[in-house]
């Protein structure tokens, strides 16, 4: 009788323990099995939910203290345009997060907050090259003169430039020469810049416009003239451009 009743009391013992264990066990279950941390891989084809109403501070929280490269505190990892993070449509601000990327984009895609509403308008269908005041080429004009230019008639005195330009820009030019006759004088003169289409020979076009140009009076004592002017073509080409004169003169650009 006394063995009798020792088997059975270890026999119930035996049971409320595995009892115990298989309740708090279930806790932690996935697809009523075990989470198991440090694990490589715990497996689940049912959502993991944690519910928890904690005030003042996070419902979870992940610490990853290692100075090492490549340690991180969270990854998460998705098919390939799935997106890894979904959050509830009221969510607020995240605090210290950096989005390296906008709809595709980078930073550097997007204008200021403080520039003009007008000024982002004028990106609709356009370059950022073409946005007021933005210079998107410089030439120089550099050389000695080699030909002469007929009288009456504005021809290009030296070397000349070829500058692109869409229908919308334009064409800014500051030359400076110094005009000098071989003998005599004094000589009037008409002198501005010029351009053409850089594929014919039509008549040259002052970048003032119609007729107008600068005068000077040249004297065998050398003077430097300026000619500051600005236009702009109205069509899209590549201009010939350069300094143009009346007038036979020897000068150096």
């Not at 891989?41 to 109403?53: H, W």
């Not at 929280?61 to 345009?81: F, H, M, P, R």
């Amino acid at each position: 009788m006394r063995v009798g009743r020792t088997t059975v009391f270890l026999v119930g013992l035996a049971m409320i323990l595995a009892v115990v264990f298989g309740v708090a066990s279930s806790a932690f279950g996935a697809n009523n099995d075990n989470f198991i941390l440090g694990v490589l891989t715990n497996t689940a084809t049912d959502t993991t939910r944690l519910s928890g109403k904690v005030s003042g501070g996070p419902a979870l929280q992940v610490t990853n203290l290692k100075t090492d490269a490549g340690s991180k505190g969270l990854q998460l990892n998705v098919a390939d345009n799935k997106p890894p993070l979904a959050v509830n449509a009221t969510a607020g601000k995240a605090t210290n997060l950096n989005s390296d990327r906008l709809d595709g984009l980078e930073a550097s895609a997007f204008l200021k907050a403080n520039q003009k509403a007008a000024d982002a308008e004028l990106l609709d269908g356009k370059d950022i090259s073409e946005l007021p005041g933005t210079v998107v080429q410089t030439v120089n004009i550099v050389g000695n003169i080699s030909t002469a230019p007929t009288f009456g008639k504005l021809d290009f005195v030296g070397p000349t430039a070829e500058v692109t330009t869409s229908s919308t820009q334009r064409l800014i030019g500051v030359v400076s020469a110094p005009l000098t006759l071989d003998t005599g004088g004094p000589l009037t003169f008409n002198y501005g810049l010029c351009y053409r289409s850089a594929d014919t020979t039509n008549p040259l076009v002052l970048f003032y416009g119609g007729t107008n140009t600068a005068r000077g009076t040249a004297t065998t004592t050398p003077v430097s003239w300026t000619a500051a002017q600005t236009t702009v073509p109205g069509v899209a080409d590549t201009w010939e451009v350069g300094f143009s004169a009346h007038r036979t003169l020897k000068t150096t650009l």
